[in-house]
């Protein structure tokens, strides 16, 4: 039993040694729920499930905040990164997606979230 103990427990510090994380994984899916001029920051916060690991501020007052979460193996050599870039006007709300790594939107989400006008200006 002692000899079981010592096998499991050898194996799970070879698991995790093998896999490592930055940032906190957030909730992706719900980026069609944003509403531009309507959700806030708090609200963005609260439907990704997480806080941005970056905020930069913008010349006009607004934000841009960042989620982002990766994930590497050590077995595998595999690096994943996810990302949302959002823009949020000095009164907090949100603009416009300004950049997703990783992040499947459909068409009419991402033209209603990140139109092209804006990404072109």
Same mark, same amino acid.
């Given at each position: 039993?002692?000899?079981?103990?010592?096998?499991?427990?050898?194996?799970?510090?070879?698991?995790?040694?093998?896999?490592?994380?930055?940032? /906190?994984?957030?909730?992706?899916?719900?980026?069609? =729920?944003?509403?531009?001029?309507?959700?806030?920051?708090?609200?963005?916060?609260?439907?990704?499930?997480?806080?941005?690991?970056? /905020?930069?501020?913008?010349?006009?007052?607004?934000?841009?905040?960042?989620?982002?979460?990766?994930?590497?193996?050590?077995? /595998?050599?595999? /690096?994943?990164?996810?990302?949302?870039?959002?823009?949020? +006007?000095? =009164?907090?709300?949100?603009?416009?997606?300004?950049?997703?790594? +990783?992040?499947?939107?459909?068409?009419? +989400?991402?033209?209603?979230? =990140?139109?092209?006008?804006?990404?072109?200006?």
């Amino acid at each position: 039993m002692l000899k079981w103990k010592g096998l499991s427990a050898a194996a799970l510090v070879w698991v995790l040694a093998g896999c490592a994380s930055s940032g /906190t994984n957030f909730e992706a899916i719900n980026l069609p =729920q944003f509403e531009p001029g309507s959700t806030t920051t708090a609200e963005a916060t609260a439907l990704l499930g997480a806080p941005p690991v970056q /905020t930069l501020m913008l010349p006009d007052g607004g934000t841009n905040m960042v989620w982002r979460y990766i994930t590497s193996s050590g077995f /595998t050599g595999e /690096t994943t990164i996810k990302e949302a870039s959002l823009i949020f +006007n000095s =009164q907090g709300r949100f603009v416009r997606v300004f950049q997703l790594v +990783n992040i499947p939107l459909s068409d009419a +989400n991402r033209q209603r979230l =990140q139109p092209v006008s804006a990404v072109t200006q």
